[in-house]
Every structure is written in structure tokens, then in C-alpha cells.
């Protein structure tokens, strides 16, 4: 009898020793999940921030691209009217070389004071600074207030700066 309870408790006891290894098992099992989830949670907040941080940088940028074709909208239209402007004084310029007055110009056109002449009566072309240049020659128009110079060809525009401006990291 005494063997047969020997034997019984050191089944018991096997049982036992099995059950506390998978309870060890189970332990780091659980360990191992919660950190998982411990860093799952600290990428989710990771991405989260950084959701927010770009969807403020495309506000951002979009107000900015918003703001940049308004204003290439109006350099655009103020460009047309010196066209404009520009091709009107030419007509007068050239209906006022003694051929005539211009076909399609206005009265009120013809009596204005040519923009290229000074009260002095020197041409344009001795003002740098004036918008309009005849040239004595050709009897041409020059402008140097023309979207287009020609000495400037390599020119770059100020958008650059302004780009990098946008793009500056914050310091917050």
C-alpha cells in the first residue's frame, strides 16, 4: 500500500512539475504579448502624431499654393494690361510718325501725351527709368517693364527663396 501511494504521489507530483512549466509557458507567453502590445500602442501614438503633423504641413502648403497662383493670377492680368497698354502707345506711336491717325484709335488716344516723352522733350530713351523706349532708328517700342528681358535671360525667380521659406523646419 505504501508503494502504491509512493507511486500515486510521485504522479502527482510529475502532474505537478508539468503544470508549473506550462504555467511558466503561459507567463511568457503573456509577457511577450502585453509588450506587444505596450509598442503597438506607442507606434500607433507615433503615427497618429505624425498624421497630424502632416496633415497641418499640407494645410500648410496648400494655403501657400493657393496664395502663390492668386498672385501669378494677378502678375498675369497686370502683364496683359501692359500688352495692352503697351500696343496701344505703339498705335500711337506710329499714327503720330505723320502717317495719320491709327485706324481703331480713339480721339481722347491721340491727343495724350506720348509716355515717352518728357516735358522737356527728350525721349524715353534718355530715361532709364521711364517704361516705354523708342528707338530712333526703327521707330520701334521697347519696354522695359516686359515680362521678358533680354539682358535678364538667366534670371531666376524669387519663388526659390519663398519655397525654402515654406519648407524650413519648425523649431516647436
Given at each position: 500500500m505504501l508503494e502504491t501511494l509512493q507511486r500515486e504521489v510521485q504522479k502527482w507530483r510529475d502532474v505537478h512539475d508539468r503544470d508549473i512549466s506550462e504555467m511558466d509557458q503561459l507567463k511568457n507567453?503573456?509577457?511577450r504579448i502585453k509588450d506587444a502590445y505596450t509598442a503597438a500602442g506607442?507606434?500607433?501614438?507615433?503615427l497618429n502624431q505624425h498624421n497630424k503633423q502632416q496633415s497641418k504641413a499640407?494645410?500648410?502648403l496648400m494655403s501657400t499654393h493657393a496664395a502663390l497662383i492668386k498672385s501669378q493670377e494677378e502678375?498675369?492680368?497686370k502683364y496683359q494690361r501692359q500688352v495692352a497698354d503697351l500696343k496701344d502707345e505703339l498705335k500711337l506711336v506710329k499714327g503720330s510718325n505723320g502717317r495719320g491717325p491709327m485706324p481703331g484709335t480713339s480721339i481722347d488716344q491721340q491727343k495724350r501725351p506720348s509716355s515717352?516723352?518728357?516735358s522737356n522733350g527728350s525721349t524715353a530713351e534718355n530715361h532709364p527709368g521711364s517704361g516705354v523706349l523708342l528707338k530712333e532708328d526703327s521707330g520701334q517700342l521697347l519696354s522695359n517693364n516686359s515680362i521678358y528681358y533680354e539682358e535678364d535671360a538667366n534670371r531666376?525667380?524669387?519663388l526659390g527663396g519663398m519655397l525654402k521659406k515654406m519648407f524650413k523646419k519648425n523649431d516647436n
Open positions: 507567453e503573456n509577457k506607442a507606434s500607433f501614438a507615433a499640407n494645410l500648410r502678375k498675369m492680368k515717352n516723352l518728357h531666376k525667380s524669387g
